[in-house]
């Protein structure tokens, strides 16, 4: 049988000698994913193993439907924090006994989401949110996370994760009477080894090493004795099916729209960033498909939202893999860590999970790169502040919709900008060229622009020939805008030509009397040059009373 060219399409080609490399991929993009993964599920106040389940069957879709050969796909702070924030605004507190079945409906709709946009072919255009709301909300996000996590770091009894970056704060400094000591100094050791192993040894998977090095502290040292919390138990086993929970839907839908987004965009941008000269161009389509079908599957085995995630992906690339057999490495060691672990792991303190997470999301925290960009573009800059503070004080989901709402104005502003470019005249025939295609909100714009250009013809214009190259959709919307500027240039002694109208707009205009008339009266061309010459045969001995007008074409109605 011959395989779909969207199933597993990363193993085209594949060469037996290329398994050992995605095989020690594997392996390690594992030693950095499990444990990162548990760490992010603690952002939501959510069990460790969420966040290692999330590592197996998510990863299993998106190796099978996914593009990028090297993206890994887990949950990441982002989304994490997203998930937080949308659990506890829906009312839904940690660890009660609608925690997990809430998060499988909230999981459920964001892969609903991904999958209706794969449907409406929405890829393009959710790329089109801006890089200053992306970096925006990043910052809000690494900031409000990075305090968020001062409680477990510190070994204080109060934790306040998920109710925003000012809150969240002031709970720490109403709680900093109950620090734990060893906690602080594990959590400063902690961070300390992830942070100088990042730079002197990139290679080395530092999030397991903190990871063993604070089971093995609990194991040996006894710091649970000294007052450091541990996780909750880790149950041994893989993950049991469920089924979600419909009671706060409603509540989860704004959530889930705004981590369906994030979800995708960083997916998208990371499977570019690792993308090869080599290697297929990454089709936004099919990563909606791949990351929108991972959710929605994911979502019955209690899994948090999953999109691909920087730091493992570019451990999985530069350790050599090939293809999305590294992931199902990779997803084989999750199965095994949930199988065989699950005591071991019972043992880590929070204080370490903590410090991975402050360190994952400090990072986010690019204040260079906003400086930057306010050297660069203040609009973009701007933007990115706008969104990083409202992300800070009102909260991350208005942060995410305000920020998309912006860019999309922003982008609809240019779309909207008439571009209008003549392209010759000659005895009284003046031609002009759309240069993007007319719809609902730029056909007025455009209109406008052209009669401008007629008004301010210092010689009477005879006939106008409209050259439409890039009208691939047409609209009733266009057409009444086409058929009024037939209406207004006939008020100026001018006739309007239509030129180079692709094929499915011309049928689609053709089901009208208007066009139809149009094309009878020969004022419809394959070409502007064919059009000028023709229009120029006829504007040169016709009188304006011998000229078609709209009207009559109306009377062909």
Known sequence: MRRPSWLFSTIEGYQRKWIVRDVVAGLSAGAVVIPQAMAYSTIANLPVQVGLYTCILPMVVYALLG????????????????TATTLVSAGVAA????????????TLLVGAVLLLARLCRLGSLVENISGATVLGLKIGVGATVAVGQLPKLLGESYNFSGHGFFRSLAAVGAAFGSVNWPTVILSVGSIAVLVLLKRIAPRVPATLIVVAGGIVLVWLAGLDRLGVSLI??????????????????????PGALAIAVMAFLESAAVARSLRTATEPQIDSDQELLATGAANSLGAFFG????????SQSAVNQSAGARSQVATIVTVVLAVLVALFLGPVLSLMPEATLAAMVFVAVASLINIPELVRWARISQVDFWIALSVAIIGLTAGLLPAVAIGVVVTLILVLREVNVPKVREVGRTDGVLGIRLERGLYTANAM????????????EPVPIGALVLGMKQQEVMTITVLDALQNLDRELSQRATTLHLAALPAPATAVAERTPW?????SAGRVHASVRE?????????EPAAADDRVHPGELDDAR
């Open 67 to 82: 593009g990028s050969r090297a993206m890994s796909v887990s949950t990441t702070s982002t989304i994490a924090t997203l």
């Open 95 to 106: 660890g009660a006994d609608d925690a997990i079945g809430s998060l499988m409906m909230l």
């Open 232 to 253: 909750a138990e880790v149950p041994s086993g893989l993950p049991v099916p469920g089924i979600p929970d419909f009671a706060q839907t409603a509540a989860l839908v």
């Open 303 to 310: 899994t948090m939202p999953a999109a691909g995630g920087f």
């Open 445 to 456: 714009a455009n209109e406008r622009r052209i009669l401008e250009l007629v008004d301010a």
């Open 515 to 519: 066009f139809e008339a149009l094309e």
């Open 531 to 539: 059009g000028m010459a023709a229009a120029a045969v006829v504007a």
